[in-house]
């Protein structure tokens, strides 16, 4: 294992993990469009301060003016992503080196630094865009999956040489798998409720309008190719669209609880994947509990925010299983 290479990818992971929290606070605050132009703010390398600032700030753009407690949040948010950005690009740094076999993740840190500048290119159309749904959700599963290959080359380092798992662990391949790609489409619903303002349109638990199941628009609620040039902060869609969006959301999540709690208890009866199976059922059930309190307390910030940080927990911590158990030593 090439110990530099290791910390430093572990530490580009962390860099995601909370570039994605920061992106969930600045996005479930309203502040995504704190500053109205990328890559700067109001034209600042910072965001606009000062009063003759602001009002500079404010006659440049009429259309939205400054909000220093929205702004700020963005432009951290975007001088972290920044950081992470160089964090990669010395992860490819040390992989083509070619020393103490970092050289064996050249193409996986070359797909990352990819995927890590097309994930600038779409924070640039978040805000270019108004928020397009879309691109909004793209944007989250970008960092997402920043996330899980991060993951998937830490694991590879670390066990440089890995050998096909046993039987035992070869059974649990598909089973993860599955569990894996039912957690990403539930993240999506997530992301896809969050753009499109879904969220507290079922106020009440476990009706929705006081109905099991209120009147739904699927066709409109899950409309991707929308009309560029509106501007998409609140939501454009209609009530029964985004009851459609929210109620695909709750019934995943009841699918996933019961896929991941099954998935985790069946790893933990497996000595060398007790700990990921424990850990899998202690995150999916917080992560169930924390959206119930979403509904319950009408989407408290600090609430909403610590269930995108959960699903990110669960998604790095199922593609370390998945590494387990395809081809990583037990």
């Known amino acids: 294992m090439n110990q530099a290479f290791h910390r430093l990818a572990v530490t580009a992971a962390v860099l995601a993990f909370c570039v994605i929290v920061l992106g969930a606070w600045v996005r479930l605050s309203d502040a995504g469009l704190g500053c109205p132009d990328w890559p700067g703010c109001y034209g600042q390398l910072t965001w606009p301060k000062a009063d003759h600032a602001v009002q500079q700030a404010n006659e440049a753009f009429p259309e939205r ?60 159309w978040t805000v270019t865009l108004k928020l397009w749904p879309i691109v909004v959700l793209a944007h989250l599963l970008g960092g997402m999956a920043t996330l899980a290959l991060l993951t998937w080359i830490i694991y590879a380092n670390r066990y440089a040489r890995s050998y096909v798992p046993g039987p035992q662990l070869g059974r649990m391949k598909p089973l993860v798998r599955v569990a894996l790609g039912v957690l990403v489409l539930q993240i999506a619903l997530g992301g ?124 790095a911590t199922l593609t370390g299983l998945a590494y387990r158990t395809a081809g990583g030593r037990a």
Not at 94 to 122: C, E, M, P, S
């Open 192 to 315: 896809w409720t969050t753009a499109n303002y879904a969220a507290l349109v079922c106020p009440d638990l476990p009706t929705c309008q006081g109905q099991l199941w209120p009147q739904t628009n699927f066709r409109e609620g899950f409309e991707i190719s929308r009309e560029l040039g509106v501007d998409f902060e609140g939501g454009v869609l209609d009530l029964p669209a985004r009851t459609a969006i929210h109620m695909t959301h709750r019934t995943g999540a009841v699918v996933t609880l019961l896929l991941l709690l099954y998935a985790g208890f069946r790893l933990a009866r497996i000595p060398s994947l007790q700990r990921g199976g424990v850990l899998l059922i202690s995150l999916v059930s917080l992560q169930f509990l924390l959206g119930l309190l979403n509904i319950a307390l009408q989407l408290p910030l600090a609430n909403a925010v610590a269930h995108n940080g959960v699903a990110a927990l669960l998604l």
């Open 65 to 124: 003016p400054v909000e220093v407690h929205k702004a700020w949040r963005e432009m951290v948010h975007r001088y972290l992503a920044g950081v992470l950005v160089l964090a990669v690009l010395a992860l490819n740094w040390l992989a083509w080196r070619g020393r103490d076999g970092a050289h064996a993740h050249r193409g996986k840190t070359t797909a990352l630094l990819v995927l890590i500048l097309f994930q600038a290119a779409l924070g640039m």
